[in-house]
């Protein structure tokens, strides 16, 4: 009994430890965005249904980070569950905590309070499932090295998710749009088409794919992976109001800009989670 | 692959991230499916302060509607002088503080009103 109960104290003070390093994570990925006013201003002015559809979009994605990355080491579905939801609470407290303390949670009403914290926690989730590879000191964390074709394109998506949110609500991702030219814009696109393919596949950065030869490599990832950028930059531009009012080119125009540190993101993803 | 059982203290959070999801879920959802109010302004008057520039007035701008407001123009007037100020948002049933300076010698009881806001 003794042996046993000595094994179940072991297990919850490392399973501590995995949440003091999901905090730290969260804390880290959050903390930009939990200083942005656009971010503040979007719990109460975004449509609710917005702030609803964002919430539980992100529950699959958290859901994926939680199976190649994790804030632990344990693994399986049931495990890969408990960690997207431990994410979610450790992303809700850490979000909740920092708005109050720099006095900017609005609590006009139970929506407008949800709001703020729910577009907050999500990229806190995101941070505190990406802790055990950032934040263990232990390059060889994670299981990104074994992912499928299908997990290669999501973790792309992932690290795209992670550097567009950073950005996707600011006012000057909207004025760069509006200052730059449509000739200014496919310049962009190309920059971040190039760039994704370069750094994943040329510039020899850590866990980078090895593919049979860069046109293979660029019909299989690249093309693909920048697709995600655009649909996924897309769907944050929608979440935070950037999408409203727009004209289709105005909207290309918005889209293409966030996708280029989406497309930076996508190719990192490796070193982000 | 670890597949360590579930501990006790793992489970105990999920739950609590559990109750918080749904908890988010629900609150949204109620919000996102119930016809929202648009916008529905009022000004009071809080105080009117002596100050170094002469009388400052504070107001509450209260919206009585569940949409938020943006740009919103508030425009004081005692006799000849005007004052105005301009909010970012005031949020659906919610409120802000704001001050009008007026720069005469006499304790102003000025005309208060919203002069129009947009949607955020």
Known sequence: MNSLQDIGKAEDGAYIRDLGRAFGGALLFSLPLLMTMEMWALGFAAEPVQRLLFLLAALPVLFGLAHYAGFSARRGLVNNALDTLVALAVGFITATALLLMFNVLDGSSPASAVGQVSLQAVPAALGALAARRQLSGDPNEGEEDQASYPGELFLMLAGALYFALNLAPTEEMRLIAYLTTPLGALGVLAVSVILLHLIVFEAGFAGQEEAETPLRAFLDFTLPGYALCLLSSLAMLWVFGGADGHGVQSLAANTVILAFPASIGAAAARLLV | ?120
Not at chain 2, 16 to 45: E, H
Not at chain 2, 64 to 86: K, N, T
Request: with cysteine; net charge neutral; charged share 20%.
């Open chain 2, 1 to 120: 692959m670890d597949k360590k059982s579930v501990s006790r203290l793992q489970a105990c959070c999920a739950v609590a991230g559990c109750v918080v999801l749904f908890g988010a879920v629900a609150v949204l959802a109620s919000a996102a499916f119930s016809k929202p109010l648009p916008a529905d302004l009022t000004i009071t008057r809080d105080d009117i302060r002596p100050s170094a520039g002469g009388w400052v007035v504070d107001i509450v701008v209260a919206n009585h509607g569940d949409l938020a407001a943006a740009a919103v123009d508030i425009e004081g007037q005692f006799g000849d002088e005007r004052s105005g100020v301009s909010l970012d948002y005031v949020p659906g049933r919610g409120e802000k503080k704001v001050s009008l300076v007026f720069s005469g010698a006499q304790k102003p009881e000025p005309r208060l009103r919203v002069l129009g806001w947009s949607e955020p």
